[in-house]
């Protein structure tokens, strides 16, 4: 049965997919052009490849045509589909963080990982088999690295806060940067009166809070004029939207320290505060759905989000 390939031209040859990870309109990768070659950015997991090869189609292209696959940082979500995708496009090469290169060429421990998490029937459902891919293939781009595709130039930017293996990765063609989670999720099914709602994104095992502010202090020094957000779409970096997402960062690390002493069920109560601090946020700014809806859609990341908070009070806090 063919796959419908739910897609969007943006401008400068950039083209934004979405994975149907989960759901649609949860995570995105972006096909970028350049005179017959493409990179492609993020890869959502094994089950978002045959989404992408008729979005490719569609543009008279194959994955002959993929020079370069690039995944923000290796969580399953973002990178879960490169070793599927590298062994189908024969002429491509991986660019990858140092710190997330080794997980990419042996990836045993992300597999182990996920599984402790999911369980392995759902790990296996949600993303199937993750694939090694050959370290011949594999370029590590450290902080300042520039690439060219036909003379496209792309640059990365060392990004640690959601993880210390991030990398964004910006267009100077398009002036545009792509943000992976550095620059938190922006779902546009949460529409609001004035404008897109946003808010920052932790991990369960890497979150540093002001590393992560410092990350987007440096994104913005290369004044982009869009962001691409793997979650989700571009969005435009106005002084709202950065106020929105530091503001978020700095609150959930305070809902953190204010639950420093709590002995029992931590990531719940960080749960039911940033559930309540993103709730009251949307009503504050308008938004049209149901408080019901709202909840559907922030519960899974407010979830994740009290995760990698309840880690950085064990790493940096707890005694």
Known sequence: MTQRATYQDLSHGITVMDAEYISSDIAALYIVEQDGEVAII???????????????????????????????????DHAGGAGELMSLCDNAELV????????????????????????????????????????????????????????????FLDTPGHARHHFCIY????????????????????????????????????????????????????NPEKIYLTHFSEISPTPDIIKQLTDSVKQFKQIALNAIDITEDRIELINQNIQQYLL??????????????????????????AQGLDFWLKKYHDK
Request: charged share 20%.
């Open 171 to 222: 267009d100077k063609k398009s002036n545009g940067l792509f943000s992976g989670d550095t620059f938190g999720l922006s779902y546009p099914q949460l529409t609001t009166d004035v404008g897109r709602f946003i808010f920052a994104t932790t991990t369960p095992v890497q979150f540093d809070p002001e590393a992560l502010l410092s990350s987007i202090d440096k994104i913005m020094k290369k």
């Open 42 to 76: 993020e890869t959502g997991t094994n089950h978002s490849i045959p989404y992408l090869l008729n979005a490719l189609e569609a543009k008279h292209l194959n994955f002959d045509n993929v020079r370069y696959i690039i995944p923000t940082h290796v969580h399953l």
């Open 280 to 305: 009251l946020k949307l009503s504050e700014m308008g938004c049209h759905q149901s408080p019901e809806f709202q909840q559907g859609v922030i519960k899974f990341d407010s979830l994740l989000n």
């Open 96 to 155: 990858i963080h140092p710190f997330g290169a080794a997980h990419m060429i042996d990836p045993s421990k992300l597999i182990a990982g996920a599984s402790a998490v999911y369980g392995e029937d759902k790990f296996k459902a949600l993303y199937g088999e993750i694939k090694a891919i050959d370290k011949n293939r594999v370029i590590q781009a450290p902080d300042g690295f520039k690439l060219s595709m036909n003379g496209r130039e792309f640059e």
